[in-house]
């Protein structure tokens, strides 16, 4: 069964850090661009970052660029998002996925995503 599981989210203060992580079983994300993505109560789904499965290149959201950082992992079958400098607003449920085709911008935008994992809440707050 091809399932994408997130993990790693909860309660942190405002500077805090957390690492999420994304781990993949049914299938290989060794051949899979992967995006992280967010949505906060209210507010439309938005692409936090992206990875690409050929070359490792990554993308940000400008407002995570600097804070937040995604790696993989293909030995284990994970993909991660390091977490720091948290704030207030990136209070959301994050999302991992996977993309067969895009890895950039398109990536970000959400443009051809095929499996998602059910999410895993974030809380910034003092």
């Known amino acids: 069964q091809v399932q994408l599981v997130e993990s790693g989210g909860g309660l942190v203060q405002p500077g805090g850090s957390l690492r999420l992580s994304c781990a993949a079983s049914?299938?290989?994300?060794?051949?899979?661009?992967i995006g992280w993505f967010r949505q906060a109560p209210g507010k439309e789904r938005e692409g936090v970052s992206c990875i690409s499965s050929s070359d490792g290149s990554t993308y940000y959201a400008d407002s995570v660029k600097g804070r937040f950082t995604i790696s993989r992992d293909n030995a284990k079958n994970t993909v991660y998002l390091q977490m720091n400098s948290l704030k207030p607003e990136d209070t959301a449920v994050y999302y991992c996925?996977?993309?067969?085709?895009?890895?950039?911008?398109?990536?970000?935008?959400?443009?051809?995503?095929?499996?998602w994992g059910k999410g895993t809440l974030v809380t910034v707050s003092s």
């Open positions: 049914g299938f290989t994300l060794d051949y899979y661009n």
């Open positions: 996925a996977t993309n067969p085709r895009y890895s950039g911008r398109y990536c970000l935008l959400g443009y051809g995503m095929d499996y």
